[in-house]
Structures are given as C-alpha cells and as structure tokens.
C-alpha cells in the first residue's frame, strides 16, 4: 500500500515540477543554469516522497568554479531525483534526442540548455560534440554525462563510452568522478525508512596536454576508479545497515 501511495505521489509530483520548470525555462530559455534548479525541484520532494536518505561527499564538484565533464554511474530513472541534489552550478547534461518528446520533462530538458544528441545520426551526433567542445571552452559550463551510455540496473558498472572523454580531452578541461552506491536493488519503498545512497565524487582528472592517443589509459583510469569507488560506497553501507 505505501508503495502505491508513493507511487500516485510522485506521479503528481512529477507533473508539479515539470510546470514549474517549463516556466522557468520560458522565462529564461536556454540559461545554463537552469539545470540545477530543475534538477532541485525534481530531487528534493521527491527524496521524502520516497523515503531516500542521501549522504555527500562531493567537495571536488562543488569547488570546481571552471568548466568541466562531469561522468557519473546510471543505474536507473530514479537518479533524476537522486543526483539532482548534487548538480553544480552552470552544469548541463547530455541527453539522448528522444528525452525532448517526453511531456513536461522533454521540454524542459529543452529549454535547460541541455545537448540533445541523435545516436542514430552520426553525423548530427557529431555536431552535436563539437557544441559541447565549444560550450566547455568558451561558456563556462560543465556537462554532466551518464557515460555508461545505458541504466546498469545496479549490475555493477558498466564499459565507459568514449564520448565524455573525447570532449574533455578535445576541450583540455579536466573530468570529474561522481559516484553514487548501489541503491536499486536495496531500495524498499513499502518502508518508511526505504534505504540509504551515497554519493561522492572523486578529485578531477586534468586532460590539458593529452591527445586522443591517451583516450585508452584515460577511460581505464576512471572505470578503476568508479568502479573502486561505488565498490567503497556499497561497503560502507552495508557496515551501518
């Protein structure tokens, strides 16, 4: 029955906050900024809704005033609202086209300043990189990519694409870590208390010097360190449960 409730809750709320954001995004279309905000009027009512307990660590993305990539781990929809309350300021995020025909949400995520990206058009995709290169350099914004490129489902962490890294490296702005632990499986929303998640990021990688031959080392450096990462998050978790 709690789970029903909840789930009737968050579908008012879901609605709630696209409103809001499209009114947001209409009055100041495409403002970087808006992301953030967006991102605050879906995550915080929708963790008491849920019943989530979020703990932070992430110091190094707060304090990083310059442009950056930011690459996280995506385990399901639930990280709108999990994430959303550690998006930075100036930060947008990369999206597949599609998410832009989804009511409310879509448009928003439109009128964010968020990069909409057609996979299936290499040729648009590519256009659509080199934006995000001149976004990095001349704007003073970060992009925030789920670089696994699909939700793992909290079946552990995923290959990294290669496109989060192409950016940072073409770009020479340095990549920020932010993990959070595996929540998906644990959640228990027929219970008040439904669960903890963590979330840390790690200290930024600078990319100013490398070229894409180092685009290999790069991406195994950070699938270590997400990896080890998500792995201590879990561990903590478990300790205090």
């Known amino acids: 029955m709690l789970f029903l409730l909840r789930m009737l809750a968050m579908g008012v709320h879901f ?23 967006c991102a605050r009027f879906y995550s915080w009512p929708a963790l008491c809704i849920l019943g989530l307990r979020v703990e932070t660590d992430t110091t190094s993305l707060r304090d990083h005033v310059r442009s950056a990539v930011i690459v ?20 947008v995020c990369l999206g597949k ?56 489902l909290g079946k552990g962490l ?26 998906v499986k644990h959640m228990q929303l027929n219970r008040w208390n439904s669960g903890t998640v963590k979330i840390r990021s790690l200290a930024p990688i600078p990319t100013c010097g490398l070229t894409q031959a180092d685009l290999p080392a790069l991406m195994e450096q950070c699938q270590q360190q997400m990896r080890a990462c998500i792995d ?9 449960a």
């Open 15 to 37: 609605i709630i906050a696209g409103i809001l954001g499209l009114l947001l995004g209409i009055c100041r279309p495409f403002n970087p900024d808006n992301s953030r905000l």
């Open 232 to 240: 201590s998050l879990d561990a903590e978790i478990e300790g205090h």
């Open 72 to 91: 996280a781990n995506h385990q399901s929809n639930y990280d709108l609202f999990v994430v959303g309350s550690v998006v930075p300021e100036r930060t």
């Open 158 to 183: 995923l290959p990294l694409k290669k496109g989060a890294f192409q950016m940072a490296i073409a770009a020479g702005v340095p990549i920020i870590q932010v993990c959070t632990s595996t929540y």
């Open 97 to 152: 086209k599609s998410l832009k025909w989804v009511p409310f949400f879509g448009q928003l995520f439109w009128l964010s300043g968020n990069v909409l990206i057609d996979r299936g058009n290499p040729a648009r995709a590519k256009q659509a990189m080199l934006t995000t290169t001149d976004t990095l350099q001349h704007k003073d914004t970060s992009i925030w990519v789920f670089a696994e490129g699909t939700r793992n």
